[in-house]
């Protein structure tokens, strides 16, 4: 589980590699069977060479120790 304050990387691309600011929920649409699926994790990610803010789906993310 990714937390603010993390030092994280994507799985695609192990070059961006930033700090884990803000965590957001995404509301999906999709209903199946059961009933609704659940809220997806949405990380805003500082980035170290630039300092830009990106967001990543959390299950994209891996921790860095």
Known sequence: M????DRVT????M???????????NPVKTWMIGGAMSP??????KL????????YRCSDLMRLD
């Open 40 to 45: 997806e994790l949405i990380a805003v990610v």
């Open 15 to 25: 070059s961006k590699e930033g700090t884990v600011i803000e965590l957001k929920q």
């Open 2 to 5: 990714v937390k603010i304050g």
């Open 48 to 55: 170290d060479k630039n300092e830009e803010l990106v967001e």
């Open 10 to 13: 994507t799985f695609r691309d």
